[in-house]
Each structure stands twice: as C-alpha cells, then as structure tokens.
C-alpha cells in the first residue's frame, strides 16, 4: 500500500489549517458510468462516522452524493453490520444482502492540539476490497469542508470526473417587500450552508461571478447612480474600481487565466457592444462592433474564443466569435430569444435561457449549435452557472413572491432546490477550492 500527498490538497492545507495524508490501494473496478444517457443512481451505504462530529460529517457527505443523482443512499435501518472499527474490513456479505456496491466507513476525532481528524475508508462490496482511505486534518471552522472533499473524493473514485461539492456559490440575496427589494451581495456553499453578506444593500449589486482564482469576484453597482463594475477580494474586503465607462456596463466576466474581463457597453448612440479589458494596464479593446445590441458574453475554457448574444438577426440569439472579435458566427436558431450564455467549464457546451413560447427555458447546446437540449421549463427562470466538473447547472427562479435557486444536471431529471434564508437570484458557481 502506497502513501502520497495530495499537492493540490496540502497547498489548500497551508491556506486553510487543513492537511491531508492519503492512502491508495491497487485500483478496484467498481466505477459508475456517468457519460450514459440515463444513469442508474448507485447504492451506497454510508454508516455514521465514529467520533463526537461523525454523526454531521457523514451528514453532509451522504446529503453531496444524494443530491448528485448518481448514488442512492441505503437507509441505515436497513444496516446488518453495525460498523464499530471503521479501519477494519467490513462483513462484505452483510452488505451485499442490502444490495449495498460501495461502503464508506469513517471517523472524527479532536488531535490534542485542537484540530479535528477525520479518515474514511471506501469499499467496493462486489470487490471486496477497499478502493480508496483517506485522512484530514483541519480546524473547527473548516469541517464542513472536510465532508465536502470526503464527497468529492468518493465521486471521483466512483464515477472517474472531478467532483464539485467543495465549492462556493455567489449569489443576489433579496429581501424586503418587492417593490424596495434590498439585494445584497452574497457567498455560501454549494449545498446553501455558511452564508456570508459581501455588501451591505444600500445599493442595488448585480451579475457577480467569480475569478479563476477563486479569492476574487467582479460585479455591478449601482451606489454611484450607474452601474459600474467592481473587483472584490473575497477574504480580504478589498474593492477597486475596474474603470469608469461612458453609458452603462453589463455582465463582466473574468478570462479564464483572470487577467481580463469582458462586457457589454451601451454607448449613446443606444448600441451595446462587446469590449474586453485588461486589467493590468486598464486598457480596453472593442470586439463587435455592430448597430444591434451584443451582450452577456462568456470565454471558453481555454480562452481562445467567446460566446454571447446578439439581436442583429431580429431577436436575439447566440453568436460565437475569436477572442480577438474575429469569425462572429451565429451558433442557434431555435424559435424564440436566447439569453445569457455560458461556456461549460469542459469547453464541450453552451448553457443558455431561452425564452419561447410563453415558458423560460434552461438549456445546453453544442458549441456549434447543435444538439440543443432543455432540461427544464417554466416561469420566469433564467441565469445558469455552470458547476467546475460541468455535469451540474444552477440557475433562479421566481417562486412565490420572489426569485429562488435552482440546480439541475444535465439528464434535467435531477433538479434540486437550493435552500437560502431570503430570495436568491444571479447565481455564479465557484471552481473548485484548492
């Protein structure tokens, strides 16, 4: 049995007060398939972890993978085994009578210098053999994210992608009556828990989206009686202005290498283009440069190109251009007008709104336009942001009296409510933590 260290892992160590020691076994065949059309959620037993904080942590790892759509969480009550020793080898039999394929057993326990512990075995029952073990180190404020990383590393080992569970979500928080909504900027975890206010809603915030570096965001504010985009390092506070724009600003994004951002500008002549800044020397350069109205623009992964709509064909629609502004092609044609668009975090889709037919639509297409699925409809929802693995969406939608979040993957037969204290609208998904 071979010990490594995580190096993507110890950096977050340093920057977190959390360490991890991993153990590896030769590797099992148990895998879910998740590139199948219609996958099968696994059956997985995941037992209390022993230790004072077990109980929540094996909490929040079963409620990531359920929530996923992948797994399917055995009952407890249906447990024969009852797991004393999470380090010793399970009574293999004992779970296959449950129909159990995978097991995770674990433990929590306080070092004596105040940092938890927590370890996890995972096994393939039809294997019998463990797959994957694990331990962490971290402070009190940090043990959510503890389960998170367990979650992410039993999805990766079970499906073969990266997970997206230890990850942050900035959002619109609303509140008050709907016709002096107070929005604030605000942060949680993927899963709604540990919100944190960012601003204070003295004035209207929108379209937050985060920096690939993940301690960064860029925004709109209207305090000055404009909108105008802004900078926020997410730990520190710290806020600059990107720069001062004739007319207004909409949807800033980040590049994916974080050294631009790219918007729509409304200029007097009533025409919104397309500009990207670079955000070293502040300096701008224009990309469309057309009479109709260019915005919500979005990089590829890689950079090298950039989605976003255009009315110049009568309503608005998806277009795709060279990161330079060059080739502008239009990529949809679907009935009914097409809103932001954003480029899946694997380079191979566009997600999109789209509105027709009296209903709002959530939807990907290929990058070239086809292949468009809808993985749900209804009223007024719109804004997808793309989970870092690319396999899950969350967007808003109004509910009664006000907008809520929503996420979905991309069978759109999983679609899950994410729980926040107030309304919640213009969600941006993190990267994730490192």
């Keep these: 049995m071979k010990s490594i260290l995580k190096p993507l892992l110890m950096v977050a160590a340093m920057a977190m007060g959390m360490n991890a020691v991993v153990t590896l076994p030769a590797r099992a065949t148990l895998e879910l398939n998740v590139n199948k059309g219609n996958v099968e959620p696994m059956p997985i037993a995941i037992p209390d972890f022993q230790g004072g904080l077990g109980a929540q942590i094996s909490e929040i790892v079963t409620a990531d993978l359920k929530r996923s759509g992948l797994f399917a969480p055995i009952d407890k009550n249906a447990f024969i085994e009852k797991i004393a020793n999470p380090d010793a080898q399970p009574r293999f039999d004992d779970w296959k009578v449950i129909n159990a394929q995978a097991l995770v057993t674990g433990s929590v326990s306080k070092e004596a210098d105040g940092r938890i512990r927590a370890q996890y075995r995972l096994w393939d029952i039809f294997g019998n053999q463990q797959i994957a073990g694990e331990q962490f180190f971290a402070n009190d404020a940090n043990q959510r994210r503890v389960a998170h990383i367990i979650a992410d590393a039993i999805y990766e080992k ?236 969350m967007f808003f939608r109004d509910s009664a009296g006000g907008p809520k979040l929503v996420s979905v993957d991309l069978t759109g037969r999983n679609e899950q409510s994410i729980p926040t204290a107030n309304f919640a609208s213009d969600p941006a998904w993190s990267p994730l933590l490192e």
């Design 158 to 393: 079970l499906t073969g992608e990266k997970g997206y569970f230890d990850t942050r979500v900035v959002f619109i928080d609303e509140s008050g009556a709907k016709n002096a909504r107070k929005k604030r900027l605000a942060i949680m975890d993927q899963d709604g828990a540990n919100v944190r206010y960012l601003s204070d809603g003295r004035s209207i915030v929108l379209t937050p989206r985060f920096s690939p570096n993940r301690q960064e965001i860029t925004y709109m504010s209207y305090e000055s009686g404009q909108p105008r985009v802004y900078l926020l390092q997410i730990e520190t506070g710290q806020r600059e202005l990107v720069g001062n724009f004739p007319g207004m600003t909409f949807a800033p994004r980040f590049s994916p290498d974080g050294q631009k951002v790219i918007m729509s500008l409304l200029r007097d002549d009533g025409n919104s283009n397309i500009f990207a800044m670079d955000l070293r020397s502040r300096s701008t350069t224009r990309l469309t440069n057309s009479t109709a109205i260019d915005t919500s623009p979005s990089y590829s992964p890689d950079g090298s190109k950039v989605v976003f709509t255009s009315d110049r064909g009568g309503r608005a629609q998806i277009y795709v251009m060279g990161a330079d502004g060059s080739g502008q092609t239009r990529i949809s044609f679907g009935a009914g007008v097409y809103s932001p668009p954003g480029w899946a975090p694997r380079g191979d889709l566009v997600a999109f709104t789209k509105q027709t037919g009296g209903e709002f639509q959530i939807g990907v297409m290929k990058t070239d336009g086809s292949g468009e699925r809808i993985l749900s409809s209804g009223f007024q929802q719109e804004g997808p942001t793309w989970a870092p693995n690319g396999r899950v969406l």
